[in-house]
């Protein structure tokens, strides 16, 4: 399954939707070094315009940025008529923002992404559109193993660790989805409806399942709890504890943005990706625990809390990964201790990174 990036995209042009944000910019750079002609669209507004400015690199008056809604019909038919592919980014992508506001999640992760599929079934010209969704899809996968705080289940879920050596489940594709939260809710619609729409006009289609995606320039947003990488690095560098909701034991897959870029271009171009579900992680399991470890190994000093855990935080999983390397003929290349490791050298010489409302925090502490 041979397949060439650059002969495939050089000169083509790619919407992507969402294409400001922390992924999102990440693809459209990928893109202009492999020679095609990427077109972002986004709402701009996850962030202050410093970070999209400072630290994203986006310029929201450049010619191929275009700071718009995916919801708005006419720009998105606009948009799509002059392009070969498309990656649609574009969410509310806190889980706790679409927890408190599940309408505003409903107008982008839903309409938004129905008027984005409606546009390019409509398109003469689209060869793909790539659908990114996440492995929130999944929940807990099997909620009587793994949700339970019954004692039994919890010994059920210690015999497992015991007889598999391993304390989550590892999802594969295949496997029922069980959204916990509003965000999981309305990406299960965003992937049952890609392959509504657009299998029934016979458009191309796949849709990545991201895991949870770090790396520098991620920065944290006030009340929420995603990005564990980039708040515990953030708390540390100002010698705030770690807070650990829940304990710490839940199970990610943590899979660096540079990773994630390429899989997402590689499953928009793959011949063997047409119309299919792709996990992208690295395969490897890592407690919210741990990963405060690997921060601390960099700040010693730095203590730790246990906090509540949040509504719709899963116990989660780790990627199966056999797909993403059979379909893409590809894996991640960046594992967890380097990735932190990267991300706490580029907070060290990026300090404005870290906002002022949680160095307020730290003020008010000392
Ligand atoms: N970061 C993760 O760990 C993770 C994991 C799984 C899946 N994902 C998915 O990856 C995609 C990108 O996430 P990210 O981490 O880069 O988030 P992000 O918030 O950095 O980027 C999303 C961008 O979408 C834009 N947007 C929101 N509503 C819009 C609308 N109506 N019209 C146009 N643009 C709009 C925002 O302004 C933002 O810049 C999202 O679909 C997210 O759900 C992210």
């Not at 657009?198 to 991620?218: C, E, H, K, N, T």
């Not at 990773?259 to 407690?287: F, H, K």
């Not at 967890?336 to 990267?342: F, H, N, T």
Request: charge should be negative; glycine fraction near 10%.
């Amino acid at each position: 399954m041979e397949y060439d990036l650059c002969k495939e995209l050089q000169g083509k042009s790619v919407l992507v939707t969402g294409g400001g944000g922390l992924i999102g910019s990440r693809i459209v750079g990928l893109l202009r070094g492999l020679g095609a002609r990427p077109v972002a669209v986004c709402m701009m507004d996850a962030y202050p315009g410093s970070v999209y400015q400072g630290l994203f690199g986006v310029d929201a008056g450049a010619r191929d940025i275009v700071v718009g809604d995916v919801a708005d019909e006419a720009l998105m038919r606009r948009l799509v008529r002059g392009c070969d592919f498309v990656i649609h980014a574009a969410a509310v992508a806190d889980v706790a923002a679409c927890t408190r506001d599940a309408r505003a999640a409903i107008r982008t992760n839903v309409t938004g992404t129905q008027v984005v599929l409606d546009a390019v079934a409509s398109s003469d010209r689209v060869q793909r559109l790539c659908f990114v969704s996440s492995a929130s899809v999944y929940g807990n996968g099997d909620p009587e193993d793994w949700a339970s705080p019954e004692p039994e289940k919890r010994a059920l879920r210690g015999a497992l660790e015991f007889v598999y050596g391993r304390t989550a489940p590892r999802f594969a594709e295949d496997w029922p989805l069980r959204p916990l939260s509003v965000y999981a809710n309305t990406k299960v619609f965003g992937e049952t409806q890609t392959a509504l729409t657009l299998g029934a006009v016979g458009v191309s289609f796949s849709v990545v399942r991201y895991f949870s995606v770090y790396g520098d320039p991620q920065v944290v947003k006030r009340g929420s709890h995603s990005w564990v990488v980039a708040w515990f690095a953030a708390r540390a560098a100002l010698g705030l504890p770690l807070h650990l909701n829940g304990g710490g034991a839940q199970i990610r897959d943590f899979v660096h943005v540079d990773d994630v870029a390429e899989a997402t271009v590689r499953a928009l171009v793959a011949p063997a990706a047409q119309d299919m579900v792709i996990n992208v992680g690295t395969g490897s399991p890592t407690s919210i625990g741990e990963v405060a470890e690997l921060v601390r190994g960099h700040y010693p000093e730095v203590s730790v809390v246990e906090t509540p855990m949040p509504p719709g935080d899963p116990l989660g999983g780790y990627a199966s990964t056999r797909r993403m390397r059979e379909v893409l003929g590809w894996a991640p290349g960046i594992s967890v201790s380097e990735g932190v490791a990267r991300y706490v050298a580029w907070l060290r010489a990026t300090p404005e990174a870290i906002p002022e409302w949680l160095r307020g925090e730290s003020a008010v502490r000392s």
